[in-house]
């Protein structure tokens, strides 16, 4: 049961190009979008979110696009860095009534910043 | 800078042994959770814990498992007779308001736990 889904599992991208990753939902319960960072042996770290009365929001290098007619998010990070390189992931949540928020993850794109 | 803790890093041990799984949540948070990772797959919700008792749960935990806050700081995940299948990487998570705008969890390093 994918609710969320992020269809390439890698990306690879130029130092200083623009790096977009993409997801997918299929729950239109679905209020809340958040993007993680993981590198290996490490949590995720959480990078930004966007609720779903907005279409976009913006931190530094990193943006995030919600489409919900078409059930899309994007996550643009530009200009990218190697340090970027790592597994993204995109993650919703609904508010299930129950006072818990649990998330709902992708399974992630892993992102290669080529020096 | 505040962040979740985890104790052990990495736990091995025999199918059908109790474990537990130790977390520190950073200190202002109301909302706890655990999500593990099989290898190659998805983080997968687990459970999430709000003024001492569970919210929600998934399917994945089934009686096996149970979930504590004994001192109010430590938020434990309690395996009581491990399967192979139970082997994963778990991540502890915390979150600070219950609103929908502010449910950005942060999670811990993880324990990766191997069942022999």
């Known amino acids: 049961d994918q609710q969320v889904k992020q269809n390439s599992p890698s990306l690879s991208v130029q130092e200083g190009r623009i790096s977009i990753l993409n997801c997918d939902y299929t729950?239109?319960?679905?209020?809340?979008f958040l993007w993680y960072k993981k590198y290996p042996a490490e949590g995720p770290t959480f990078l930004i979110s966007i609720s779903s009365i907005k279409d976009k929001n913006e931190d530094g290098r990193f943006t995030v696009f919600l489409n919900k007619s078409a059930k899309h998010l994007s996550l643009h990070i530009v200009p990218s860095q190697p340090g970027d390189s790592a597994v993204y992931f995109c993650a919703a949540s609904a508010n299930s009534g129950a006072g818990s928020y649990q998330l709902t993850f992708g399974k992630g794109t892993k992102l290669s910043v080529i020096p | 800078e505040p962040e979740v803790t985890q104790t052990p890093s990495h736990q091995v041990t025999q199918m059908g042994q109790e474990v537990i799984l130790r977390c520190v949540p950073i200190s202002n948070h109301l909302y706890f959770y655990w999500y593990r990772q099989i290898l190659g797959q998805k983080v997968e919700f687990l459970v999430s814990?709000?003024?001492?008792?569970?919210?929600?749960k998934s399917e994945i935990f089934d009686d096996q498992f149970s979930v504590e806050r004994p001192d109010g700081s430590n938020f434990t995940l309690k395996i009581r007779s491990t399967k192979l299948e139970d082997s994963a990487m778990y991540f502890c998570a915390s979150s600070s308001l219950p609103g929908q705008s502010y449910n950005e969890q942060f999670f811990g390093p993880g324990t990766r736990l191997t069942v022999l």
């Open positions: 729950n239109s319960m679905f209020d809340y």
């Open positions: 814990f709000y003024n001492n008792e569970i919210s929600e």
